[in-house]
């Protein structure tokens, strides 16, 4: 188990590159398996789930190689396997093995999909695309013979659903169409793969037409991460620092950053630089997490820190209504919370240094942002959680000057 030791209580200045989205690399990497060619994917984050997903198509015959952040995958030849449970209930992202799997080999398990379990994760819509594109259950698989086109209306926006019904329209001869899809940023990144490899596709407010058929391989340059980018600006903040991110979307980021200066900071935006710094002003902020473009799931967890060394504020979540568990992990700094008809209340508190075991991904991300705030010593344990999302983290916090170490 990995330990991130941290001294905190030092302003963060100076600039980071943002890493390629692990929200975009994750459902290209599962959509090569649909694609009968050699894929090129270029800044492909380093990171512990982008791992474990090349791991599993490695598993069904892919063949990957890398140079630094690029990666060829060439998926002309595979072959049946169950991919490793343990490997599977690592990472969310192995529940796009549905529509890749049932469209390249006609069958997939219903495994235990894994990922961060701050709340009850369905997979009923995910199925229903699987069923409505032909497939059908059989025990704990879902097969079928042959895929025909589908006309797909979610019940709400769910980016995992949208994304495997993009996959298995993309390789299924003919028309589809999908309405109630999810607007992510990733999402679209995803759109953008499987154009490169041959699908065509349109994309509406209201609704997304694809014509699938044979793929060859496609070409990619993933975007750059609006979670990490976040977290990094939020960083500088929280520290009384200035951070400048360079090679995130200022667009993906308009809801941070319209919150970064309701809360009374100063954002500069120009070109692909985004920085931030704190000021005087400090107001109490109301946040409502919601799906894109609202304010991200992903980043409210990252903010509650921020909130409690300015003037405190309220959270919902409505993505995920019980993703409050990581207050519990920050109470050991002294944040102080309570969770009020489905909002999380934030009070304006003193951080103090702890020692504490990272949950999941984003509230292990929060704990490291007390522990970069508070004066003192700090150990966050089970780095590994907060890895698997944030590629090269102790190097890029040194260089914005925090004294930090992982062992
Ligand atoms: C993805 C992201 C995750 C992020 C989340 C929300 C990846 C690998 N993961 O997760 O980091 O926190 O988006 O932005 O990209 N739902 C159902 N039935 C389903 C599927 C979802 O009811 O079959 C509901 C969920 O309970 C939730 C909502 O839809 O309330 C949105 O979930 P969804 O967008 O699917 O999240 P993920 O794709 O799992």
């Known amino acids: 188990m990995k330990t991130i030791t941290v001294n905190g209580g030092r302003p963060l200045f100076g600039s980071v590159f943002a890493q390629g989205s692990k929200n975009a690399a994750l459902p290209i990497i599962f959509a090569t398996l649909i694609t009968r060619g050699v894929s090129e994917v270029r800044h492909l984050p380093d990171i512990g789930d982008v791992r474990c997903a090349l791991d599993i198509i490695r598993e069904l015959g892919a063949r990957v190689t890398s140079y630094g952040s690029v990666a060829y995958i060439d998926t002309r030849s595979l072959s049946f396997c169950e991919p490793s449970a343990e490997k599977i209930s ?8 549905l529509g890749s799997m049932l469209s390249r080999f006609g069958r997939c398990r ?3 999909f894994g990922g961060c379990a701050f709340s009850d994760r369905p997979i009923d819509m995910h199925i229903d695309a699987c069923l409505a594109f032909g497939g059908r259950i059989v025990g704990n698989e879902i097969i079928t013979d042959r895929l025909h086109p589908a006309d797909i209306s979610f019940k709400k926006a769910s980016v995992g659903a949208t994304i495997n019904a993009l996959i298995l329209a993309a390789a299924t001869d003919g028309v589809s169409t999908v309405r ?20 065509e596709i349109k994309i509406s407010d209201e609704l997304i037409t694809v014509r699938g058929g044979e793929l060859k391989g496609g070409n990619i340059a993933i975007i750059g991460d609006m979670i990490e980018a976040g977290s990094y600006l939020t960083a500088g903040l929280i520290t009384g620092g200035r951070v400048s991110v360079i090679g995130a979307d200022r667009e993906d ?18 070109g692909s630089i985004i920085s931030a710094r704190a000021t005087e002003l400090c107001r109490r902020v109301s946040i409502v997490a919601e799906p894109y473009p609202a304010f991200a799931t992903d980043l409210q967890p990252i903010i509650a820190p921020l909130l409690a060394v300015m003037s405190g504020g309220e959270i919902c979540d409505r993505v995920w209504t019980g993703r409050y568990g990581y207050l519990k992990t920050l109470s050991s700094f002294g944040l102080s919370s309570r969770i009020e008809d489905g909002r999380a209340i934030i009070e304006s508190s003193e951080l103090q240094p702890a020692c504490v075991v990272a949950e999941d991904l984003r509230g292990g991300m929060a704990a490291l942002l007390c522990g970069l705030c508070a004066k003192g010593e700090s150990r966050i344990e089970n780095a590994e959680q907060i890895l698997r999302g944030y590629e090269n983290l102790v190097y890029k916090l040194r260089s914005l000057g925090a004294d930090v170490s992982i062992d």
Not at 183 to 198: C, K, M, N, T, Y
């Open 90 to 97: 690592k990472i969310r992202a192995s529940t796009y093995l």
């Open 110 to 112: 219903l495994s235990a």
């Open 180 to 199: 109630g899809h999810a607007r992510e940023p990733h999402v679209h990144a995803l759109i953008d793969f499987l154009r490169s490899a041959g699908a």
């Open 253 to 270: 980021l308009s809801s941070y950053l319209a919150l970064a200066r309701e809360l009374g900071c100063e954002v500069f935006e120009r």
